[in-house]
């Protein structure tokens, strides 16, 4: 898996302005016009046309080869600019109940209106983007076609939740062992499986089919110094919602690195390790989950099992890219 770049913004946006470039000339020429409202949708997420200066698309942020999160620790918008969380892995998105790490957003029809307007990332207005819809060769006649008006935002937002909807993944060893299968997973994952149950009680927070309840916890990475960022506090404005953040679901996290709301954490292993510990990590976390009351003291084996469950949880369609 290749590293994060943050530390080289320039060379990013480069290469950002260099492939959206490349985009955008691809999709001004390509010939095959999409059938229908899903394609259509993945058609606009991979365009730049939707930011102000037609460099940034979706896929910028959310790499279809890296389960759709970014590689880099904070994700660099229009102009350069750097954003303020990780962008997270779009997959799995269809049985979410909230979006974003705080929750602000309950339907993905508005979800993905938001970075479209977002400051820090595409810049533009909905104005805008209808104008450019509305003129463009094959948009504005396949808008007409699939919804029977004009184009407008309305129509694109439907279109693309719908794409971003279809990124469902269940081909994993994981499954395939769920469901008694050939091709499961190995002893190790197996026996990772009864420490992610078990002994690191990971099932509290991280459970159901994409092993998320989607509730808000605080698993200690704030402090009200560095660690600053208040998670759902911001929006409900309760005291108890403090340093709480939405649970990620963990399909495909071997992927996604880094890891967490400010991507503190480079690979699994110091996911696993600030877990084992977190107040060795974080000693003067606010409002921590009781759950992390006593450190773990997962042995090394046990770490390691662990991560191979984590593995596990990765899709076929990436098999390759995963080390
Ligand atoms: C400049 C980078 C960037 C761009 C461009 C971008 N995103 Fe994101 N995306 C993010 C970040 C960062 C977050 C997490 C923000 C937060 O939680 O506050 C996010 C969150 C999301 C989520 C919520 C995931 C979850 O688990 O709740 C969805 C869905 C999403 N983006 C879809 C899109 C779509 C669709 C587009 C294009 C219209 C897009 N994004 C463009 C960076 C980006
Ligand atoms: C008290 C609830 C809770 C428990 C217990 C818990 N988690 Fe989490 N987990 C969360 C929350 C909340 C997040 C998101 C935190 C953030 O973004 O700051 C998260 C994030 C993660 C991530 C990062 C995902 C990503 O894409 O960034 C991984 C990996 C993870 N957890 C694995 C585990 C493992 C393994 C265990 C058991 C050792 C575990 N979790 C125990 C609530 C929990």
Same mark, same amino acid.
């Given at each position: ?25 691809? #999709?001004?020429?390509?010939?095959? &016009? ?5 394609? #259509? ?36 918008? @229009? ?26 957003? #309950? ?14 990332? %595409? ?22 076609? #699939?919804?029977?008006?004009?184009? *407008? ?31 499961? %997973? ?24 994409? %092993? ?6 605080? @698993?200690?990475?704030?402090?009200? !110094?560095?660690? *600053? ?7 409900? !404005? ?13 399909? *495909? ?17 110091? @996911? ?14 606010? *409002? ?22 984590? &593995? ?10 995963? !080390?």
């Amino acid at each position: 898996m290749t590293q994060p770049d943050q530390y080289f913004p320039m060379k990013k946006t480069y290469i950002l302005l260099l492939f959206s470039a490349a985009t955008a000339l691809l #999709l001004a020429f390509s010939t095959t &016009e999409p059938k229908d409202a899903t394609e #259509l949708g993945q058609r606009l997420f991979a365009d730049p046309i939707l930011s102000l200066d037609s460099t940034i698309s979706c896929q910028s942020c959310h790499l279809p080869e890296f389960a759709f999160a970014d590689t880099a620790r904070f994700s660099l918008g @229009v102009g350069g600019r750097l954003g303020k969380r990780n962008a997270p892995s779009v997959m799995n998105m269809a049985a979410r109940s909230h979006f974003f790490f705080d929750g602000r957003v #309950l339907a993905l029809e508005d979800q993905v209106l938001m970075p479209i307007q977002d400051s820090l990332e %595409m810049r533009m207005t909905l104005p805008e983007v209808e104008r450019r819809l509305r003129r463009h060769p094959v948009y504005a006649p396949v808008f007409q076609k #699939l919804f029977g008006r004009p184009a *407008n935002v309305e129509d694109m937002a439907t279109a693309i939740a719908e794409f971003v909807r279809t990124l469902e993944t269940a081909a994993t060893p994981y499954d395939r062992w769920m469901n008694d299968q050939p091709n499961g %997973m190995s002893d190790a994952a197996a026996r990772g499986r009864d420490i992610f149950i078990g002994k690191g009680r990971c099932f509290d927070c991280h459970f159901g089919a994409d %092993m998320t309840g989607d509730e808000f916890r605080n @698993v200690g990475l704030f402090n009200g !110094k560095d660690l *600053n960022d208040v998670g759902r506090y911001a929006i409900t !404005k309760k005291p108890e919602d403090l340093g709480k953040f939405k649970v990620a679901g963990l399909r *495909n996290v071997a992927l996604t690195a880094p890891y967490m709301h400010n991507g503190q954490f480079k690979t699994l292993d110091e @996911v696993i390790d600030f877990y084992n510990d977190p107040s060795r990590v974080v000693p003067d976390a606010i *409002n921590r989950d009781t759950t992390f009351a006593k450190p773990m003291n997962l042995t090394q084996w046990e770490k390691a099992d662990l991560k191979a469950f984590l &593995e596990a949880m990765t899709d076929d369609r990436f098999a390759k890219n995963d !080390k």
